[in-house]
């Protein structure tokens, strides 16, 4: 029997496994999403965004939050904000 900084070869730490791998035992799978949007206030400029978290196939839970906090907070403060106006 070999030990290994207190542990005998084969054992694993109690918090040796990662969360992500935790996730795809249980089924979860890397999800990509690119968000193309434009600003208000440079409408004629279109940007992206990449997210890309662990979710469930087919209903993507996490991605539907992300996208909710996406309209909710970032899309309504930017309709919300004065646009700028010209001198």
Not at 28 to 52: F, S
Not at 68 to 80: D, E, G, H, I, N
Request: with cysteine.
């Amino acid at each position: 029997m070999q030990l290994f900084y207190g542990l005998e070869v084969g054992m694993v730490e109690k918090d040796a496994v990662s969360k992500d791998f935790r996730k795809q035992v249980l089924g979860y799978g890397l999800t990509t999403a690119e968000i193309v949007y434009r600003r208000p206030d440079r409408h004629w400029l279109l940007q992206t965004y990449v997210w890309q978290d662990y979710d469930l196939f087919p209903n993507f839970p996490a991605l539907q939050d992300f996208l909710a906090f996406w309209q909710q907070k970032l899309v309504a403060r930017c309709l919300q904000s004065p646009s700028r106006t010209p001198n």
